[in-house]
């Protein structure tokens, strides 16, 4: 390593060190002064449980907080609202003496949101283990530090208002959707309910409930048509025998038949019909029938008792008609009572016969309509629990959002941190020279000293001639380099300072510049990290 070599090709290019180690001093001398100072306020917010224990009154706004946090700073960054902010804030109003700045609609909503901090910190997370307390960092950068507190506090207003009315939004439409979905049931229930009523009053005869008592109808039916059928068959041998004895002309046998007197007979026939009574209707044909033959078997003793005793063969001829129209009479009132029994029984098997089917249908419907009734038991206690919400988020008992510390004027800038600016343009200006002058080295693959000529060809010189500028050249080459630092340190501020002034902020062009080149979102996470 040949050290003097190297070193009198550094001074050969000192003037390139100069130039750029000057172009970066003055860039980063110059933004040092001129950019604005950057004032942040911020204002810390907290979320407070509900006040009333959830095991006793529970809200119906069961967004988890983050998230709502999150919905809210999405509804506060809105374009109406950040422009509307701007404007009732005046945040881009001139400074006195200064020409406004040009900015479209676009740029300010994008300025906002960029400067515009809301940091949430705790909750539950797997990470920290247990559930802390969800904190709310709200700030403003501005160059003014009465602005930055103005619109700190302004977005905080806005969380608070957001939130109140996101949670009483939330627990009214839940109230209103379980009012309508009380009254749809309601309804339901009463058509239901109608549908019921009236499938029982069409089929009241054929109905599940009656099956048992109906069936048992129709086994006593099938037994008392069983015993008037024997009843029939007796009588029928009676009348037959009465006929055969009273065409054999056997008077003795005749006479010996009704051995007992009318008065007698009206008597049975009486305990007949008061027993018949003890477990028959008056209106039953059996003892419509004993009163007739009641009634006239009191005729027949009364004409005896006024009139005396007939003839002989009178007294026979009318006790056989009075036994033959007796045993005609219980016949045919048996045959009407077989038929009416015969009919309801017909009537019975008929509604038992439809009564699964009709059984099937109302199983249907009440299971509908018990359904809809505990859907409607279940709407009523949760039209219940909706209105217990709505009263305890109209009453701010729920979770709710309070400042905890509002934001004040800081005293001091944030930023920028000139003394940094400054040293990084002149550490970059000077590291920038150097690095142009190594690289210009070794890109120059020309024959330089005698080593190099040995090297490269093989030939040894006897001597070395050093290149002699004339004092005119030297004159030449000095002025033009006082020129070009003269130009840098002169024009690049004055350029800056027009930039600043007529053209856009340095602060916004710069932001600009980073964000085309994709780092402003990087510079803005190490600020937030700061900042937390």
């Known amino acids: ?28 001398l110059t933004l040092a002064r001129m950019l604005p100072p950057v004032y942040v306020a911020s204002a810390l917010l907290v979320v407070e449980n509900e006040q009333i224990p959830d095991a006793l009154a529970a809200s119906t706004v069961q967004t988890e907080i983050t998230v709502q946090l999150q ?17 009732r804030l005046q945040i881009y109003a001139p400074a006195p003496g200064q020409p406004a700045p040009r900015m479209e609609a676009d740029d300010v909503v994008k300025n ?23 904190l709310v960092n709200v700030g403003f950068e501005s160059p ?5 507190a103005a619109v700190a506090n302004e977005v905080v207003t806005l969380i608070l208002k957001e939130n109140v009315s996101m949670r009483t939004n939330v627990a009214r439409q839940t109230l209103d959707f379980f009012v309508q979905e009380v009254a749809r049931l309601d309804q339901e229930l009463t058509t239901q309910g109608a549908a019921i009523l009236e499938f029982k009053e ?38 037959d025998q009465l006929v055969r004895m009273h065409n054999a002309g056997s008077d003795n046998l005749l006479l010996d038949a009704p051995k007992t007197p009318e008065a007698k007979q009206l008597q049975a026939l009486r305990d007949a019909l008061a027993s018949a009574l003890i477990v028959m209707s008056s209106e039953n044909p059996k003892v419509k029938m004993l009163q007739a033959q009641v ?67 109302l199983d249907v419907i009440e299971r509908d309509y018990a359904n ?65 002058a190594l690289l210009l080295e070794m890109m120059n693959k020309a024959i330089r000293r005698p080593a190099d000529l040995t090297a490269g060809l093989g030939i040894t010189p006897f001597a070395t001639l050093p290149y002699l500028r004339s004092s005119r050249q030297a004159r030449r080459r000095r002025l033009i380099l006082f020129v070009i630092f003269a130009l840098v340190l002169v024009a690049i501020p004055a350029l800056l300072f027009a930039v600043d002034q007529f053209v856009m902020p340095l602060d916004l062009l710069l932001n600009r510049v980073l964000s085309n080149l994709g780092l402003a979102a990087l510079i803005a996470d190490a600020q937030l990290f700061v900042l937390v």
């Open 202 to 239: 069409k089929n009241q005869n054929a109905l599940p409930d009656s099956l048992d008592f109906r069936r048992s109808q129709q086994a006593a039916a099938q037994e008392r048509l069983l015993q008037m059928s024997r009843d029939e068959a007796e009588l029928n041998a009676r009348r």
């Open 372 to 436: 809809t009734r505990e859907q409607y038991n279940q709407a009523v206690a949760n039209r219940a629990r909706a209105e217990t919400g709505d009263t305890i988020e109209a009453m701010a008992k729920g979770q709710r959002i309070s400042v905890i510390e509002q934001a004040v004027a800081p005293s001091e800038p944030s930023r920028p941190n000139r003394l940094l600016i400054g040293a990084a343009g002149v550490g970059g200006g000077l590291t920038l020279g150097i690095g142009l």
């Open 144 to 148: 003014s530090p009465v602005l930055s």
């Open 71 to 87: 919905i809210i700073q999405q509804r506060i960054l809105t374009r109406a609202n950040l422009l509307d902010m701007a404007n």
């Open 295 to 361: 009634a006239a078997a009191e005729k027949v003793v009364a004409v005896q008792a006024a009139g005396g005793s007939t003839a002989a063969g009178e007294q026979q001829l009318s006790a056989y008609d009075i036994q033959t129209a007796d045993l005609e009479s219980q016949l045919a009132s048996i045959s009407a009572q077989k038929a009416q029994v015969t009919a309801e029984m017909e009537t019975i098997g008929t509604s038992i016969a439809e009564t699964p089917a009709n059984a099937n249908a």
């Open 1 to 28: 390593m040949d050290l003097k070599f190297y070193f009198s090709r550094f001074l050969r290019r000192i003037h390139y060190v100069l130039i750029i180690f000057a172009l970066g001093s003055a860039i980063g």
């Open 112 to 134: 906002l949101r960029e400067r515009i901090s809301i940091v949430i910190t705790g909750g539950a997370s797997v990470a920290r283990g247990p559930q802390q307390a969800v």
